[in-house]
């Protein structure tokens, strides 16, 4: 194959691989009958956050599948249609592209447009259960999925943590028994791609009628979140445009908040607690407030002496005593990393789930507050009368 012809194939198949839209390209017709395979063929998957080509080396006994990194395909493609195949297919959602080679080395480039019905792998990780449906028509109003089928690139993180978020609650609702209704508050929901996507699994996983409600304080997002709501016919879910420290009063099985800022948090759990909510499923973010109300000299004075390790000290005290303030007010709780760094830093979640009251739990939460000079913490300033 001349030079030109290779580099023609190239451009266009690296258009395609770099683009975030499903296909799928297919190696074949041999060039001699020492070629151990008979085709070779590549679709996008996802492997953790990373966009990789899965290709199946395909011989008349076996399929051998090796993922391999996109920047890789460029060389390899190469050798393939250098010693391998005469011909290459690509295909698209909306076109095919045949690549077809002589003997004497002449490419004929065919574009037709069809509709192909590609398989989308969103997470290829087949291992394991997704809890989102993404699949579902609003993720591509909500700006998730690309209208090909593909998680964006850069709403992958936001994915694997609701992913993760839901699977987490689905760990916690394991001795729930059955239900006909289950209401939710998601408190900061944001883009609101958990809210639509724990609205899904409790209503088509768990069978039951939801309520979920998502606060949120900017009317933009409230807006287009009700939009897509209506547009689809989902039922059970709605968004209301209020701060959540002024969130109706009203019964609530569980109370949810991925990444509220600051005491966003606490007034969520505040929420939980006062409308004795079986649930509260937390991921904390930027916690500042312990951090201004630490002073004072303490055991741990000449270590948070450097910033970085004051404002993990502070994070910890936040959230350990966010967890004791729980155990007081009947909560079992439990905090822990609910999916790696590398998805998001903000990856502590807590758990509680209502039973017996702890009674050491506020006598320790002072006893924290006393060591580390913390004047306050925000969660009881809610519950001041
Ligand atoms: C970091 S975003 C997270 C959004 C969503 N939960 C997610 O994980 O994609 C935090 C959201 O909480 C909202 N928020 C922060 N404090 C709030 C408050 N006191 N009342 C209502 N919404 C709040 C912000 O406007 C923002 O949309």
């Known amino acids: 194959m001349n030079t030109d012809s290779l580099q023609k194939i190239s451009d266009l198949s690296k258009q395609i691989v770099g683009s975030d ?31 990789k080509l899965s290709c199946v080396f395909r011989s008349s006994t076996k399929d051998e599948t090796k993922n391999i990194d996109t920047e890789m395909f ?9 010693t391998y195949f005469f011909n290459l297919d690509i295909l698209t959602q909306d076109k095919t592209i045949q690549c077809l080679q002589s003997k004497k080395g002449k490419l004929s480039i065919i574009k037709k447009n069809v509709a192909n019905k590609l398989a989308v792998d969103l997470s290829h990780d087949h291992n394991k259960k997704s809890f989102v449906n993404a699949e579902g028509p609003y993720y ?12 964006f690139s850069k709403g ?14 689905h760990h916690l609702l394991a001795d729930a028994g059955e239900r006909q209704t289950f209401r939710v508050a998601d408190m900061g929901s944001g883009k609101a791609y958990l809210t639509f996507a724990l609205n899904e699994y409790l209503s088509a996983e768990k069978g039951w009628e939801t309520h979920v409600t998502g606060y949120e304080s900017r009317p933009d997002l409230t807006d287009t979140c009700n939009n897509i709501v209506q547009k689809h016919h989902i039922k059970g879910l709605h968004f209301v445009t209020a701060n959540i420290s002024q969130a109706p009063s009203e019964p609530v099985d569980m109370v949810v908040a991925l990444h509220a800022c600051d005491i966003a948090t606490d007034m969520a759990i505040a929420y939980g607690i006062q409308n004795h909510a079986e649930y509260i499923v937390l991921a904390p973010c930027c916690q500042k407030q312990i951090r201004k109300s630490m002073s004072g000299d303490h055991v741990l004075s000449p270590v948070i002496k450097h ?8 994070e910890m005290l936040t959230d350990g005593l966010r967890a ?20 998001t830093q903000k990856n502590v979640m807590i758990t509680a789930k209502k039973g017996k009251v ?15 000079g913390i004047e306050y913490h925000y969660l009881e300033k809610l519950f001041e009368k």
């Open 307 to 314: 910033g970085i390790l004051e404002e993990r000290l502070a």
């Open 21 to 51: 839209e499903p296909f799928k390209m297919i190696f074949s017709k041999i060039r001699s009958n020492d070629v151990p395979y008979n085709q070779i063929i590549v679709k996008p998957v996802r492997l953790k956050d990373n966009k």
């Open 140 to 151: 591509k109003d909500l700006g998730l999925i690309s209208d090909g089928g593909l998680v």
């Open 156 to 169: 992958q993180k936001k994915y694997n943590q609701v992913n993760k978020y839901i699977e987490n609650i």
């Open 358 to 372: 702890d009674p050491k739990a506020m006598t320790q939460f002072e006893e924290i507050k006393k060591t580390f």
């Open 74 to 82: 460029e060389t390899m493609s190469a050798t393939w249609l250098q």
């Open 324 to 343: 004791l303030f729980l155990q007081a007010k009947g909560y079992q709780t439990k905090v822990f990393e609910f999916i790696s760094l590398e998805h």
